[in-house]
């Protein structure tokens, strides 16, 4: 991925109309920040070979709504975090949340599918979107986010996020610290005693399984119908 060297000032041309309103805004609001320029990162992957430019670790931010698509939340989390919306919506005590729809992320941030951005807030001046930061986040020296394209990437300081930025759009922040749960690639079957007891006289060598020959022939297997 090519990736230019680090700049601390806002671009003059050559970048779509959103990102030079972002960097615009932050010279406003005298938010210092370092930028690069690069190809667009379209994955976590991408994500992270630009972390490592900027010295820092870019967000991960997802873009959730609920099944009536009634109540929106821009979720930002580190980007090796996995996201399980079972444990979030419970968090948030909220009916179990979804990818909202890509249109009505364009329409109320002004960003496009995987470039989902906190500073696209300033373009939901209705604050119909709800911003959920993992505890992780939240509690960071640096935060780093696209200006509302994946083309380009930004370094600044969460407390200038957390106090300047925010207050200027008038969003509050919901903090979380999910504890994800583990998933097991086994299905939950109901086991009887004495599969328990096979199982641990096999794991103890004190079972003998008896194999048959090449001559000998097998039983079949049974077949459920249904």
């Not at 979720?75 to 919506?89: A, D, R």
């Not at 911003?131 to 930004?154: E, I, Q, T, Y």
């Not at 079957?189 to 006289?201: F, Y």
Request: hydrophobic letters at 40%; aromatic letters at 6%.
């Amino acid at each position: 991925m090519e990736i230019s060297e680090i700049r601390t000032a806002a671009p003059a041309e050559g970048r779509a109309a959103v990102e030079l309103e972002t960097f615009a805004l932050l010279d406003r609001l005298h938010i210092p920040y370092a930028w690069v320029a690069h190809e667009t990162a379209d994955t976590i992957a991408d994500c992270d070979v630009v972390s490592e430019v900027l010295g820092i670790s870019i967000c991960k931010n997802l873009f959730l709504c609920n099944r009536q698509k009634t109540a929106f939340y821009l979720l930002t989390m580190p980007g090796g975090k996995p996201f399980q919306t079972k444990v979030l919506s419970a968090q948030l005590g909220t009916t179990r949340l979804s990818f909202a729809p890509p249109e009505l992320m364009e329409s109320m941030l002004r960003c496009t599918p995987g470039s989902a951005s906190v500073l696209g807030l300033a373009y939901d001046t209705e604050r119909r979107v709800r911003l959920v930061m993992d505890r992780a986040v939240h509690d960071a020296a640096w935060f780093g986010c696209h200006p509302c394209k994946n083309d380009a990437s930004l370094r600044l300081r969460t407390e200038d996020l957390l106090h300047v930025f925010l207050p200027h759009t008038g969003h509050d922040v919901t903090v979380v610290d999910p504890q994800w749960e583990e998933v097991s690639l086994m299905p939950t079957m109901p086991v009887s005693s004495n599969t328990v007891k096979n199982i641990r006289a096999a794991v103890t060598g004190s079972l003998k399984i008896r194999m048959p020959t090449a001559t000998e022939p097998t039983a079949p297997m049974p077949v459920q119908t249904a």
